[in-house]
T-cell receptor, first 114, second 112 residues
Framework: GAVVSQHPSRVICKSGTSVKIECRSL??????MFWYRQFPKKSLMLMAT?????????EQGVEKDKFLINHASLTLSTLTVTSAHPEDSSFYIC??????????FGPGTRLTVL | GENVEQHPSTLSVQEGDSAVIKCTYS??????FPWYKQELGKGPQLIID?????GEKKDQRIAVTLNKTAKHFSLHITETQPEDSAVYFC???????????FGQGTRLTINP
């Protein structure tokens, strides 16, 4: 399967600041990347789908102005949490997909907003 | 929209025994069903998947069965080992699209 990295693995920030999370596909050209968030002991919730060179498609209830997604190349997508607040604290995970349905996940980024 | 129900939420088995986790889905157009293993603090790892044109798939100690008529699929782990302890998630594709809907997860504990 594809090798996916995320950076940073952990980040702590103050309320009101913005945080950028990178997702890289190291050995796979990902036409589609997905961003999920996961609360403790809960399932994965899809936030948005991004296709290379296109605007991201956000799931219902996810604020696109708060969670900015950029998919500039076939190997890199970024998620920026703008004006973060404590309720944004979560585990953010990206996944990559080629032409088939299979999704390969990154290791996740734990965001803590103080 | 698609809804995936997963049972049980927790499962504890003796090392060497088998473990079975079951999922049901609602969208008859779903055609792809992966299973992921997630260890604490890590991202989900794909362990096996099945497509709607197949009824069963096996990979060493892991097998998945699919019943399209009943809209349910199951994960079977045989000869369980302590390293199998993790949270397992089933998922179903949304109407044949690339998006996935996940089940609630099953915390599997293998007792030595």
């Amino acid at each position: 399967g594809a090798v996916v990295s995320q950076h940073p693995s952990r980040v702590i920030c103050k309320s009101g600041t913005s945080v950028k999370i990178e997702c890289r596909s190291l050995d796979f050209q990902a036409t589609t990347m997905f961003w999920y968030r996961q609360f403790p002991k809960k399932s994965l919730m899809l936030m948005a789908t991004s296709n290379e060179g296109s605007k991201a498609t956000y799931e219902q209830g996810v604020e696109k102005d708060k969670f900015l997604i950029n998919h500039a190349s076939l190997t890199l997508s970024t998620l920026t949490v703008t004006s973060a607040h404590p309720e944004d604290s979560s585990f953010y995970i990206c996944s990559v997909s080629g032409r088939a349905d299979t999704q390969y996940f990154g290791p996740g980024t734990r965001l803590t907003v103080l | 929209g698609e809804n995936v129900e997963q049972h049980p939420s927790t499962l504890s088995v003796q090392e060497g025994d088998s473990a079975v986790i079951k999922c049901t889905y609602s969208d008859s157009a779903s055609n792809y069903f992966p299973w992921y293993k997630q260890e604490l603090g890590k991202g989900p790892q794909l362990i096996i998947d099945i497509r709607s044109n197949v009824g069963e798939k096996k990979d060493q100690r892991i097998a998945v069965t699919l019943n399209k008529t009943a809209k349910h699929f199951s994960l079977h782990i045989t000869e369980t080992q302590p390293e199998d302890s993790a949270v397992y998630f089933c998922a179903a594709s949304i109407g044949g699209a690339q998006k996935l809907v996940f089940g609630q997860g099953t915390r599997l504990t293998i007792n030595p």
